[in-house]
């Protein structure tokens, strides 16, 4: 039988706080045949607490403080982008990061960038998703992993997931249950992407 071997893909993930996404595709990128591994952490936050997460499990890690470029977001996209380049990136998760980025460094790597949301997207883009939910008295909520595109929280869908919303449901509780599908979905679209069975046109 013909077995064609194909390189991994070299994974960098962007953080801003406890990491817990960035986490589960960690983990699932410990199995030699999951399809991307991950290289690089990235956080804009010196004080993420997955930093410590990544580097536990031998990940490098790097910090490129927004804050010390001011109001020049372009200067901190160049300064990540930097990063990416040098430890040979090919595609990037976003995983509880928490800029907008501009639409300069989403073409850079358009097609390439992918991000987990909160919600059944196009619902409730933006912050606060599982109040926000719960308000609207939707019956169902979840998570969605989605390319990136210039415009937050749009862009070519990969894999949603689906919770059912409950009558008491807090958004803590509802939090807790989203959160558990996003570590679920988060590891099984990394590998569409990485396998090349999601594009962003779909073709
Ligand atoms: C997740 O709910 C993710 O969908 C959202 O921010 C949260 C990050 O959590 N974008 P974690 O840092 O992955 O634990």
């Known amino acids: 039988m013909a077995f064609k071997h194909m390189a991994r893909k070299r994974v960098a993930i962007l953080i801003s706080g406890r990491g817990s996404n960035m986490v589960a595709l960690i983990e ?3 199995d030699p ?5 991950i ?8 004080a993420a607490q997955g930093l410590h997460r ?3 499990s031998g990940i490098t890690t790097a910090v490129v403080d927004h804050k010390t470029f001011g ?9 990540l982008h ?7 990136v090919e595609l990037i998760c976003l995983a509880g990061f928490m800029r907008l980025l501009t639409p300069w460094f989403v073409r850079q790597w358009e097609g390439r960038l992918i991000n987990i949301h909160p919600a059944l997207l196009p619902a409730f883009k933006g912050l606060d998703t599982h109040a926000r939910a719960i308000a609207a008295g939707a019956r169902e909520h979840g998570a969605t992993v989605h390319f990136v595109v210039p415009e937050m929280d749009s862009g070519p869908i990969i894999l949603q997931g689906k919770v059912a919303v409950a009558p008491d449901d807090t958004e803590a509780t509802l939090a ?3 959160l558990a599908v996003e570590h679920r979905i988060y590891p099984e679209a990394l590998r569409l992407v990485a396998e090349g069975h999601a594009t962003p046109t779909g073709a």
């Open 176 to 178: 807790a249950r989203v």
């Open 33 to 37: 045949a999951y399809p991307a591994e």
């Open 28 to 30: 699932a990128a410990k």
């Open 71 to 79: 109001r020049d977001r372009e200067s901190f996209e160049r300064a």
């Open 39 to 46: 290289v690089l952490v990235v956080s804009n936050d010196p």
């Open 82 to 88: 930097a990063e990416f380049q040098e430890h040979g």
């Open 54 to 56: 990544a580097a536990a």
